[in-house]
């Protein structure tokens, strides 16, 4: 079983920044992949981006160049730092862990066996 609790969401103004986090409760992750996905209203969650246990990273093109994802295992934490934010980025974040072996793409959301609560990110002025 895993636990996932993402912080770091809030209100920030177009340009901005913000570092999401996710720490897992978990006896390990190892061979586990984390993702970010996000969800507005009114619309599916959709993917973000995705860190392999061998720090292979996936990104949606929405978010390429403009968002970083990586993960501390030591610590248990994955990080998604967005930079150049703009009101598209606004929705819900959440973080997700499944085992390797049962993924393929690392994109879909189904692929996905355990997920967190979400963190509220908003851009706006």
């Known amino acids: 079983q895993v636990r996932l609790v993402e912080s770091g969401g809030g209100l920030v103004q177009p340009g901005g920044s913000l570092r999401l986090s996710c720490a897992a409760s978990?006896?390990?992750?190892?061979?586990?992949?984390m993702g970010w996905f996000r969800q507005a209203p009114g619309k599916e969650r959709e993917f973000v981006a995705a860190c392999k246990w061998n720090s292979i990273t996936y990104y949606a093109e929405s978010v390429r160049g403009r968002f970083t994802i990586s993960r501390d295992n030591a610590k248990k934490t994955t990080y998604l730092q967005m930079n150049s934010l703009n009101p598209e980025d606004t929705a819900d974040y959440y973080c997700?862990?499944?085992?390797?072996?049962?993924?393929?793409?690392?994109?879909?959301?189904?692929?996905?066996?355990?997920w967190g609560q979400g963190t509220q990110v908003t851009v706006s002025t």
């Open positions: 997700a862990a499944t085992p390797e072996v049962i993924a393929t793409t690392f994109v879909r959301p189904n692929e996905y066996a355990y």
């Open positions: 978990a006896r390990t992750l190892s061979g586990y992949a």
